[in-house]
């Protein structure tokens, strides 16, 4: 098998699990796909508007000895997200591991939340996820295993003034973890979902002093989390050690939803 590496040369793959993360040009995403090609993971890097960090988080796997490619596709697409499950598994004719990583938020109290907000962030966040899942489930199928985890919140669980829509999205990616465990359980898929809470990224460092502070102050261990933490999560849930986890909800969020 060959691929493209971040210089544009072609070289040799050895057989290696291949792992779809969405949204890992920066933030979470990125964390996630460093850790999965350390597990030794070929990963696309998946992005939509961050096409020169999707190539700085490859040249980052590629530094540390891991290797992937990037894959330019906007998740809230429902036919685009096809066209790419389709092309990876041509190219690499099985894809082992699904993570749904890509998430935007656009904040807003209910009483003054615009429609196309409400609904771009139910497109990205909870379709998004729908979009791949159903696309690469057929495959993970006919493969009789395979791994998805897809990134809920704390907001999904608790609800948080502000973020109607976002919190809905994720509640609704627990309602989707939860069937899809079901439905694709019997032929050894695993289906769980990672809630973060507060964790250091570009999503959460415009949030105004008050409400970090209120948020801290909820949180058990009293400080935000690292991507780090995040990730690590993930790539466990992914891993062999968790072949018997699925259709959890797994909190990394210092304690916040205790
Ligand atoms: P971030 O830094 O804002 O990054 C968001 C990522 O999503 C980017 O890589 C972005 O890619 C990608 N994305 C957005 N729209 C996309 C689309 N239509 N198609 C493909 N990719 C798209 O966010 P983050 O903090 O790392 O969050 C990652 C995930 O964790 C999200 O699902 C978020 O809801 C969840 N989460 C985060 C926190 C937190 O405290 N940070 C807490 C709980 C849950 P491009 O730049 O290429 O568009």
Do not use: W
Not at 86 to 91: F, G, I, N, Y
Not at 178 to 201: D, F, H, M, Q, Y
Request: hydrophobic content about 40%; glycine content about 12%.
């Amino acid at each position: 098998m060959n691929r493209i590496n971040s210089s544009g040369e072609k070289q040799e793959q050895i057989c290696r699990r291949v792992a779809l993360v969405t949204g890992a040009g920066r933030g979470i995403g990125r964390a996630i796909a460093l850790a999965l090609a350390q597990q030794g993971d070929f990963v696309i890097v998946n992005y939509n508007g961050s096409g020169e960090k999707a190539l700085e988080t490859l040249k980052m796997i590629e530094s540390a000895g891991g290797a992937g490619e990037v894959y330019g596709c906007n998740v809230a697409d429902f036919d685009a997200c096809g066209a790419m499950i389709k092309d990876l598994v041509a190219r690499h004719k099985h894809i082992d591991v699904l993570v749904n990583n890509a998430g935007i938020t656009r904040d807003g109290l209910l009483a003054g939340m615009s429609e196309e907000d409400f609904d771009r962030v139910l497109e990205v966040n909870l379709k998004g996820c729908f979009n791949t899942m159903r696309h690469l489930s057929r495959q993970l199928l006919k493969q009789r295993g395979g791994r998805i985890v897809n990134l809920s919140s704390v907001s999904g669980i608790m609800g948080n003034p502000g973020q109607a829509n976002y919190c809905a999205s994720k509640a609704g990616i627990i309602g989707l973890t939860k069937s899809a465990a079901r439905e694709l359980g019997s032929r050894g898929i695993t289906v769980n979902a990672v809630a973060p809470g507060l964790i250091e990224t570009e999503m959460t460092e415009h949030l105004p002093e008050a409400v970090r502070e209120d948020m801290t102050r909820q949180i058990l261990l009293k400080r935000a989390g690292s991507v780090r933490d995040v990730a690590q999560t993930v790539a466990f849930l992914v891993s062999d050690a968790a072949s018997y986890i699925t259709g959890q909800v797994i909190s990394v969020d210092g304690g916040m939803s205790t």
